[in-house]
């Protein structure tokens, strides 16, 4: 059993680095345009943003953005771009990301979300959000109609989102240590009802961007993990569909709480039931 969980750990390893790779790329496009005009013109100012994106200064980058107009900043070609910067802010660092992912072991993908964005705060939250719906608006809300780097970047937005999320929620004194007790996620403190179907929605568009990922299985465990929580979801405990949280049923409420509080699958463990896997920590 333990082994097989490394194995599972190692080739969630594996996908990051393929991704991280991939993003890179992405970043890398562009950055021969050349500063020949010394008017503030749109390009001339995407320029600065794309530098300071690439010296991580995210606030500068979105206060430049302030100055381009709507048509330029918002086409969908430099989409990823312009949420990259929002994204950064939110504290999405990729070398951070690598670096601290071969601390991974044993723990579950939420436990892992919340060990690389331990910093959070709820003005990087709402940069997340921003970034995200800077995709949904400009690119699409639906996985299968945007591209493949679109859904990659979405991904990784995502998982810099709910690591924020939870780290908010459940940490707040920023120890690393979450902060509530067994079946505290079951009750609307600290988590409200809103909060849980939120984090329910963003697990459900995590997963559905990953099963439109054709070229790369990137997070193809996460999803294999959450899916095997979902199927242990009986009835109308099953929110994996959802994306949208005000459509949220209070009994798919439940199973995110449950599902975020059992340790075996995905969640944080702060159920204490033995062993503290789903079928033991389903909230009532
Ligand atoms: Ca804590």
Redesign the pocket.
């Known amino acids: 059993m333990i082994f097989l969980k490394t194995k599972t750990k190692g080739s969630i390893l594996k996908n990051i680095f393929l991704f991280v790779f991939l993003l890179s790329l992405l970043s890398c496009e562009e950055n021969q345009l050349l500063e020949l005009d010394k008017e503030d013109t749109d390009t001339t100012i995407w320029f600065e943003v794309k530098n300071h994106i690439n010296e991580q200064e995210y606030q500068d980058a979105i206060d430049d953005l302030a100055r381009i107009s709507n048509n330029f900043k918002f086409d969908r070609s430099r989409i990823i771009d312009h949420a990259s910067a929002y994204a950064g802010l939110c504290g999405l660092d990729l070398l951070a990301l690598v670096t601290e992912s071969g601390g991974i072991g044993a723990v579950t993908i939420t436990q892992f979300f919340m060990s690389i964005f331990d910093d959070a705060s709820s003005t990087k939250l709402d940069a997340c959000n921003t970034a995200i719906s800077l995709l949904e608006t400009h690119a699409s809300d639906d996985p299968s109609l945007r591209t493949e780097d679109e859904n990659i970047a979405t991904m990784a937005i995502l998982m810099a989102q709910i690591g924020n999320s939870l780290n908010v929620s459940?940490?707040?004194?920023?120890?690393?240590?979450?902060?509530i007790g067994h079946n505290d996620l079951c009750t609307t403190t600290p988590v409200t009802d809103l909060m849980a179907a939120e984090f329910g929605a963003n697990l459900a568009k995590l997963f559905q961007t990953a099963a439109n990922l054709s070229v790369v299985a990137l997070l193809g465990d996460v999803k294999n993990q959450i899916d095997q929580g979902c199927a242990a979801l009986s009835g109308g405990l099953n929110f994996c569909s959802k994306t949208d949280p005000t459509s949220f049923t209070a009994t798919e409420i439940q199973g995110v709480r449950s599902l975020l509080q059992e340790g075996q699958i995905f969640g944080v463990g702060s159920c204490t039931g033995s062993p503290n896997s789903l079928v033991n920590c389903i909230c009532l």
């Not at 459940?170 to 902060?179: E, H, I, M, S, Y």
């Open positions: 459940l940490d707040q004194n920023n120890d690393g240590v979450v902060d």
